[in-house]
């Protein structure tokens, strides 16, 4: 099939009956995405593994052409991918596929890994339970704006740091990480570099050799792609990553990851990431303009309004904002149609602020009047027109 950098109309993916602005958390399946998938349920059911028959040969070729279509992407070979189920489990992967091998090599060597207090729970998590075992890690603040200074990076690194792990756009807030710095100071120390690009793929430059990147997690339902297909960049020369692996079994994947592959995910994986070099340029430029506008028409509607995150150096599709002193939750019921995530979350009679918000300076009473709004590829100025009039329409008068 051939991949066009046209894309299909509003109306064939998103339902009337809502507006979602809420990509940053997943994002609808492209039509062109489903078309390639939908023979590999069907007609070209084989594993890929299977080697004496034409099923197997056509899974595998869907396979390697994926892994072609996605290290092209992000300026890497294809021997560099590896396919995975989720950036979650690339991270953990990393972070423990690493502690073994190092272990293996000197079990009585220190090992140091640093991050920041912004990353993905898969990151904070992985870290938490990596110094259950015995490895010092170092969680880095970040500045207003949720990114990490370069120097406070520097500062924290010791003889026997071997990895740092940064996310390049968070999640929350859109803010941009110095990723390309930070490779730099890493490579300049002979330290790993590892970042979560989730949010980054498809919707900024990422080129992993002209970076100085060692390590990369990414997932296709951030950038158009199915659930359940990820993939992580190993980095093959200069240095030569070597991890061990998370999953044993049947030696899948050069053995680093056994498990018979999903096949259909994978190609999915690899037309998205055709269709988004296709279209990065485009796409970001329009996203941009988008977003811009969004802001300026909600600081016209809802006086007071406050944006979180680096007003200028973030994700194209990101707006994190803070309503002047109104409870997200005191709206619900009047912006049911409008997919969103919120600040905060209520659980058993408790308000838990979002780790990202904290780590930024909100306080618990801020968090709960956060609203984050992302936008995607058939979000259409009239759609940011109706959002705003939702959102002013559901403030009580009396606070606007």
């Known amino acids: 099939m051939e991949i066009s950098a046209q894309s299909h109309t509003v109306a064939q993916v998103v339902s009337d009956k809502g507006l979602y602005l809420d990509y940053n958390a997943t994002t609808p399946v492209d039509p062109q995405v489903y078309a390639t998938m939908e023979p590999y349920f069907k ?24 892994r072609m279509q996605v290290a092209s992407l992000i300026g890497a070979k294809s021997s560099e991918i590896t396919f995975t189920a989720s950036a979650t489990e690339s991270n953990n992967w990393v972070i423990f596929g690493l502690i073994s091998k190092l272990r293996e090599e000197n079990p009585n060597q220190p090992i140091h890994m640093i991050t920041s207090c912004l990353e993905h729970s898969s990151v904070l998590k992985g870290m938490q339970a990596a110094e259950k075992q015995g490895v010092e890690v170092d969680v880095l603040p970040v500045n207003n704006f949720g990114q990490v200074e370069i120097e406070t990076l520097r500062a924290a690194i010791k ?28 490579k300049e120390k002979q330290i790993l570099f590892h970042t979560d690009a989730t949010q980054a793929i498809g919707k900024i430059p990422v080129n992993v050799t002209e970076m100085g990147i060692d390590l990369m997690s990414f997932s296709a339902h951030k950038f158009y792609g199915p659930k359940g297909s990820a993939a992580l960049f190993i980095r093959g020369k200069d240095p030569k990553v070597q991890i061990n692996p998370f999953i044993y079994g049947g030696g899948q994947e050069k053995g680093l990851r056994s498990g018979t592959l999903n096949v259909p995910a994978i190609v999915g994986l690899g037309t998205a990431s055709e269709i988004c070099k296709i279209n990065l340029n ?69 308000v838990s602020i979002s780790h990202v918000l904290k780590g930024i300076g909100l306080s618990a009473d801020e968090a709960a009047c956060t609203l984050r709004l992302s936008l995607g590829r058939w979000t259409t100025e009239a759609d940011i027109q109706r959002a705003v009039e939702i959102l002013h329409g559901a403030i009580p008068s009396q606070i606007i």
């Open 282 to 350: 485009a796409e970001a430029e329009r996203m941009t303009a988008l977003r811009n506008l969004f802001w300026q028409k909600l600081q016209t509607a809802i006086p007071g309004i406050r944006l979180n995150g680096h007003p200028t150096n973030r994700s194209p599709i990101n707006l994190n904002v803070t309503l002047p002193g109104i409870r997200i939750e005191s709206l619900t019921a009047k912006i049911q149609k409008l997919g969103v995530s919120t600040g905060s979350a209520c659980s058993s009679g408790s």
């Open 43 to 66: 007609e070209y059911f084989g594993n890929p593994a299977s080697v004496a028959h034409h099923w197997g040969w056509t899974a595998e070729n869907g396979v390697q052409k994926a």
């Open 159 to 186: 003889p026997h740091t071997k990895l740092i792990s940064l996310i390049w756009v968070n999640n929350e807030i859109g803010s941009i990480n110095p990723i390309v710095e930070a490779a730099s100071l890493a």
